[in-house]
């Protein structure tokens, strides 16, 4: 590259950064924007979370009765939000909104890089970015989502993320094209520190977001096909080499016990999802074929790679996006949300469209053209503006329950654990620390018995009421619930008639329409003394029978019985204190994985699950006892420790080292003569 073309790329990518910029700038300024519909607030409670525990955040307790960090989100956004607020010394919802606003910011220059490598122009490139900059194709497409927006004109990318919580999404978009670039070049330049770089890049979606990453795996795919025939079987090669690496490197943040749980879980989330799996992989492969054949005959054509892979892009998660239902049937998990990625692909077709017709133009319309590309920037740019001003205004954290029930819990349970719904959940860890017994996110949710309580305390449909209700959430520990009101300002106030439990429990705390009632009394330990017999009995698959739970209930509430004194030394470490006899069994009421230790006086001691989910431990200690629970990991987690050390070393190696590919994996992966040796690009540019 000339430095011409540098200079023109850089001009390019600063002018579309800046921008952008413009339209989200607000962002870098807000701590809390009135969104609290939004599940932004689980991701500031992630980050605020590691925020003020670093080094020690392996167990994460404030979620589903405690959870493995692993499984609550995956990790990379969250992380980097957490140092900002660390370094810079601001608050994690500040960081936040600082992060997402830089990387949506950085989309269309990330898509204009993409463009240019794949054989663009630089004019198709930077017409395709501002396409993607200023214009929202998703909204042409679905009505109801133009609905939502308010308009085509407006900004659907920049609205999700504000109004619905997609910043690990659009982060994930933004990473995207740097993914294509990167293997792109590695198809090029067949050598180590290219496969590499690749490979890292493919890692970071990875531990971004899993849309994100479901969208890359779509865009790789499409990317291959779009391939010249003789390099097909290179791209392949090269993206599954790089894919491996990448996972192996990665493996650490999203462990295969990780995977296991969400693949467990999602079916049963995501019924859309669970329909098409009755078909098996055929629909699915169908749609991937349809691709992979129209890819071999656009490789016919004298189109550029950059339009066939647009092309391929556009077909494959357009029509699976408009035709997704979370209720009735979609290809892949929540395909719906793809609608955004969509834009990239369409953006791209714009862009080089707009391009390819101005290029025909006789240069005497040159002016013209140029002048109504400035008068539709001038027209679109304040629509944005004011989309973006909309949905960025401040909130006024004293009038909204959310925020004053949390500061009041924060002040008052000592940290006990306390049952809220709706927004109130979304937020709570986002202004305080108090445990809570929801939390995000249900893919990695692996208490089965903890599906049951929405249905058993929410509503009084059925042979619900509100006293079993009630002992639900007692069997589980929770101290503390929180009712929202007609005038609370929850979004979603999911609790049916919640009137009923004025009588039936101690009202502590009533602001802003929100009735925090007391559910046990606080400072309530949990760790219990039981018999065997007091245990709710394990069923495979999991069973939960209401009186077994209201006999555990009542076996952790006997005053007769000796109390367990119970203790966060950290947060992957407790203590137990109690005088047990030498049968005694204790409970505690922490999630068990098969990553806990228990110790008394040094010596090792039986840690087992029992049918709730909940951590039960054989102390066989008479008298004054001391267990010693220690959260190590599940048993993958130490063999992903050193794959990724390994990995990113080797990585590291490759990158410094810079060596050819091997001559007869270059020969096997394709048939060009001097394969690897050549810099030239892939494809000839869009002129």
């Not at 929202?136 to 504000?162: F, H």
């Not at 990780?258 to 999602?266: A, D, K, L, P, T």
């Not at 200690?621 to 993958?636: F, N």
């Amino acid at each position: 590259m000339s430095s011409k073309d540098t200079r023109y790329n850089f001009a390019a990518f600063v002018a579309l950064t800046a921008l952008n910029l413009s339209i989200a700038w607000r962002l870098l300024k807000i701590e809390y924007i009135n969104q609290l519909a939004s599940v932004d607030g689980l991701f500031i409670g992630i980050a605020r979370y590691i925020s003020t525990h670093w080094g020690d955040f392996s167990w994460f307790p404030i979620w589903h009765c405690g959870m493995p960090y692993q499984d609550t989100y995956v990790p990379m956004l969250h992380l980097v939000v957490a140092a900002v607020s660390s370094l810079g010394h601001v608050s994690a919802a500040r960081a936040y909104h600082i992060v997402v606003a830089v990387t949506y910011s950085l989309g269309p220059a990330a898509l204009y890089w993409m463009a240019v490598r794949l054989g663009a122009s630089r004019g198709a490139a930077f017409l395709s970015a501002l396409f993607y900059s200023l214009f929202s194709p998703s909204l042409l497409m679905m009505a109801d989502m133009a609905k939502d927006a308010g308009g085509i004109w407006y900004s659907r990318r920049l609205q999700v993320m504000t109004v619905y919580g997609e910043g690990p999404h659009v982060t994930a978009m933004t990473l995207m094209p740097v993914v294509i670039v990167a293997l792109q070049n590695a198809l090029v330049k067949r050598d180590s520190r290219a496969i590499a770089l690749a490979a890292l890049a493919i890692a970071v979606v990875f531990l971004t977001n899993i849309p994100g990453s479901m969208a890359l795996g779509v865009a790789v795919f499409c990317w291959i096909c779009a391939q010249p025939r003789d390099r097909l079987r290179a791209a392949w090669a090269i993206a599954a080499g790089a894919s491996v690496l990448a996972y192996c490197a990665a493996c650490f943040g999203v462990p295969p016990s990780s995977m296991f749980r969400v693949g467990v879980n999602v079916s049963n989330m995501h019924r859309g999802f669970g329909n098409s799996l009755r078909y098996g992989p055929l629909p699915l492969a169908l749609a991937l074929g349809t691709i992979a054949l129209a890819g071999y005959l656009l490789a016919r054509t004298r189109l550029p790679l950059i339009v066939r892979y647009a092309i391929l892009f556009s077909a494959l998660v357009g029509p699976m996006a408009a035709t997704a239902d979370v209720e009735v049937y979609e290809l892949l998990p929540q395909a719906g949300r793809l609608h955004l990625d969509f834009e990239i692909g369409a953006c791209l077709l714009l862009g080089c469209a707009t391009w390819a017709i101005y290029k025909l133009m006789p240069g005497s319309l040159w002016p013209v053209a140029l002048a109504l590309l400035i008068g539709a920037i001038a027209a679109q740019y304040p629509h944005y503006r004011w989309r973006a001003k909309f949905d960025t205004q401040r909130a006024d954290l004293e009038k909204r329950s959310e925020y004053t029930t949390a500061r009041w819990l924060d002040g008052h349970m000592n940290g006990g654990r306390v049952y809220a719904t709706g927004s109130t959940a979304f937020w709570l860890n986002a202004f305080s620390a108090t445990p809570q017994l929801n939390g995000c996110c249900d893919q990695g949710q692996s208490m089965a018995v903890l599906n049951e309580v929405p249905y058993k305390v929410n509503s009084t449909e059925g042979n619900n009421s509100t006293e079993a209700g009630i002992n639900w959430l007692r069997a589980l520990g929770v101290q503390a619930m929180v009712v929202n009101g007609i005038e609370s300002t929850d979004e979603y106030k999911d609790i049916r008639l919640p009137q009923r439990f004025e009588a039936a429990l101690p009202l502590l705390h009533r602001e802003n329409g929100d009735s925090i009632y007391g559910v046990l009394p606080i400072g309530t330990s949990l760790a219990h003394v039981v018999r065997p017999a007091d245990l709710v009995p394990v069923h495979v698959p999991p069973k939960f029978e209401y009186p077994d739970i209201l006999r555990y209930a009542q076996a952790t509430m006997d005053s007769a019985r000796p109390t367990a004194e119970f203790t966060w030394l950290r947060s992957s470490h407790a203590r137990v204190r109690a005088n047990l006899r030498a049968d005694d069994l204790v409970s505690v009421q922490v999630a068990w994985f098969p990553g806990w230790k228990a110790t008394v006086s040094g010596a090792p001691r039986q840690v087992y699950e029992d049918g709730m989910g909940f951590l039960v431990v054989r102390p066989q200690c008479t008298g004054d006892c001391e267990i010693d629970l220690a959260w190590t990991g599940r048993g993958d987690l130490a063999l992903t420790a050193v794959l990724s050390l390994l990995a990113l070393g080797l990585l590291g190696a490759m990158i410094y080292l810079r060596r050819p590919l091997p001559y007869l994996y270059i020969m096997a992966c394709n048939n060009e003569p001097n394969a690897g040796l050549s810099t030239a690009p892939a494809a000839g540019k869009l002129n």
